[in-house]
Each structure stands twice: as C-alpha cells, then as structure tokens.
C-alpha cells in the first residue's frame, strides 16, 4: 500500500495543512503504514491518508482514534507547543488561550492543553450547526459519515454555557438543553449536539479517555 491514496490540497489553500502535516510526519517518524494506524485506531487507511493530505477535517471521535492510533496525546495533533514535563497535575488556560480544532459545523477550543496523559480533556465548543442537513453538506469537513452520529470510547459531560443546543443520541429521543443544563453520556453511544436558536452555542464539554480514573 502506497503512503498516500490520495493527493494532497495545496498547503496555502488549506485550512487542515497543520494537523495534516503534523498527522503524517509523526506516522511516518514512527515507521508506522497507513494500515498499521487504521489497525491501531479503527479508521480506514483511506480516511487517514483523506486527513494526511488535508481533504478533510477529522471529526473529535476520529481525533481522539487517531491520536491514539499513533500513540500521541490528542493536543500533539491539532497544535505544537512545549509540554510540562515535571510530575505537576495543573494547568491554567486563559482567555483566549489553547488551540482550536474546526470542522466547520463545530469549533473545539482545547483546554489545559499543556498537560500530557490526562484521563480527561476539557474544551469549550461552539456549536455553529442547527440541522442534519448541515452536517451532511459539508462532507469535506468531516469524514463521510452516514448516521451524523460519532461515537469513541469514554464518557463526558457536556454544560450549556449560552445558547441552546439538541441533543441527538442512540436509543434516546433527541433533547433540548438551555444555558446551565447538564447531560452526561456514553461516549460509546452514537451523539451529536446541534443549536436549538437563531444562535451559536457555547457549551463547556470534558471527555474521559476510556480508562479507569484513579479517584482516590
């Protein structure tokens, strides 16, 4: 199997050339094919030769796989910056601070970022899209799924900051959610939060990892 399957979009047009790049040298420091990642992650050598050339933009499920799939943490993918290395558990992001991940319905501001091996990431959405429809117009933004509904390992918990959103998920009939309601999920379970107004929602989300946390 060849490294790429398909050609890549012109650095300078493309919004996902960071994450891309990024995405292809650490596979490819790592001696890894793109069959080695999907056998890792779950995703299709296609899909991941699609976010290697910057076709598409990953949604967070697809992230969160192939950060995993290549053995990094989730923020090596979407930023480089300098980590803590010293055995420290605090992380203070400011206003303003952090990177941000888009697939253009939705905008996922990274928080904490510095920190490495965290069994949770904390990160401040923005929920542009009001419809299915939405999703399934912007193909190119994420990564060709047909239900609209993504899924990975965990739980989260997610908090209406302003704004409304709706709530799909599997086995559930959708739910509206106003500024400070609260849901916690299955990350396994097939979800999507879509705005409930005219306006943007900001909703304040923490993902676990999918391992046991050590409370105690």
């Known amino acids: 199997m060849t490294s790429d399957l398909v050609p890549p979009i012109a650095e300078e047009e493309n919004p996902n050339a ?13 001696g890894m094919t793109l069959s080695d990642v999907e056998a890792n992650s779950g995703i299709t050598a ?13 949604s967070y ?9 290549l053995g990094i ?4 993918l979407v930023r480089e910056q300098p980590k803590q290395t010293l055995k420290t558990r605090r992380s203070i992001t400011r206003f303003g601070d952090g990177p941000v ?16 091996s965290k069994k949770m990431q904390p990160m401040l959405a ?18 060709g799924n047909e239900s609209q509904l993504f899924s990975h390992q965990g739980e989260e ?7 409304e959103v709706i ?10 959610l106003a500024a400070g309601d609260c849901a916690y999920i299955d990350s396994s379970m097939g979800h999507i939060c879509l705005r409930g107004s005219d306006e943007d929602a900001f909703v304040f989300w923490v993902c676990s990892d999918g391992e046991d946390i050590p409370w105690e």
Request: with cysteine.
């Open 18 to 30: 960071d994450l891309a790049r990024r995405a292809r040298s650490t596979r490819k420091a790592k």
């Open 46 to 58: 296609s899909t991941i030769s699609k976010i290697e050339n910057g076709v598409i933009s990953p």
């Open 61 to 69: 499920a697809n992230l969160i796989r192939l950060s995993k799939g």
């Open 73 to 76: 943490d989730i923020v090596d």
């Open 101 to 116: 991940h888009s697939i253009g319905t939705h905008d996922y501001h990274l928080l904490c970022s510095d920190l490495t």
């Open 126 to 143: 923005r929920i542009h899209a009001q419809s299915m429809h939405e999703l399934k117009a912007k193909p190119q933004m994420t990564d």
């Open 157 to 163: 918990v997610l908090f209406v900051h302003s704004g």
């Open 167 to 176: 709530l799909h998920t599997e086995h559930y009939a959708p739910v509206h």
